[in-house]
């Protein structure tokens, strides 16, 4: 198994950052830059009501937000992923994948974020890429700047080197099973305004 690297840990730079706020904002991808984790919680707060249906993945993003557990366990949200963790998988497969592809809210990150502001999110089981790419009504995607990267390759290097690790790590000690790298989504803009926000972090957040 490879090593965590030390690598792609460091906040971006704030010419970095307004660049790719641009790139985001004039692909139809609502930007709001914020300093820290804190400014970050309460914006997605503000954005997700109090009661919605919200689904996320196992997302390092919103656990150092203190947001996973509020969102699946708090009782104050329709969250879409204790419903299905409440359902049979052998039996209820459909209904699992059905209520999981559309969220009115789909919460989370993306594993890196290129300077003319692709969006790259990389998966083994693929659960979070549908919502993302036009299953959810609305997307919300928290970004620390340390995932600024200069272009795909480098989105992919980031990846490889420093997130797969991070998760065949997580997965092992969770499920004593190892991850790989299955399914790359890059997202360069959307169709319509007012669908995705992202949430772009000066400070690392997140892997």
Not at 102 to 129: C, E, K, W
């Amino acid at each position: 198994m490879a090593t965590l690297t030390t690598t792609h840990t460091t906040a971006a730079r704030e010419d970095e950052i307004k660049r790719v706020e641009a790139a985001l904002t004039a692909n139809n991808i609502e930007t709001i830059v914020v300093d820290n984790a804190e400014q970050a919680r309460a914006k997605v707060l503000e954005l997700v009501p109090e009661g919605s249906e919200v689904h996320s993945g196992k997302s390092k993003t919103l656990e150092d937000l203190d947001l996973f557990d509020l969102f699946h366990q708090s009782g104050r949200y329709n969250s879409v992923r204790a419903r299905y963790l409440g359902m049979d998988r052998r039996t209820q497969h459909d209904d699992i994948r059905r209520i999981s592809s559309s969220p009115d809210y789909m919460l989370g990150s993306v594993q890196a974020v290129t300077l003319d502001g692709a969006l790259v999110t990389a998966s083994y089981s693929a659960s979070q890429i549908g919502p993302y790419a036009s299953g959810a009504g609305r997307l919300i995607l928290v970004i620390g700047s340390q995932k600024i990267v200069p272009d795909l390759d480098e989105a992919l290097r980031r990846i490889n080197q420093h997130v797969l690790p991070y998760e065949d790590e997580r997965l092992r000690a969770q499920m004593g099973v190892p991850t790989k790298l299955a399914k790359v989504l890059i997202t360069y803009a959307e169709a319509m305004a007012g669908r995705t926000t992202v949430i772009l972090v000066r400070e690392p957040i997140g892997v």
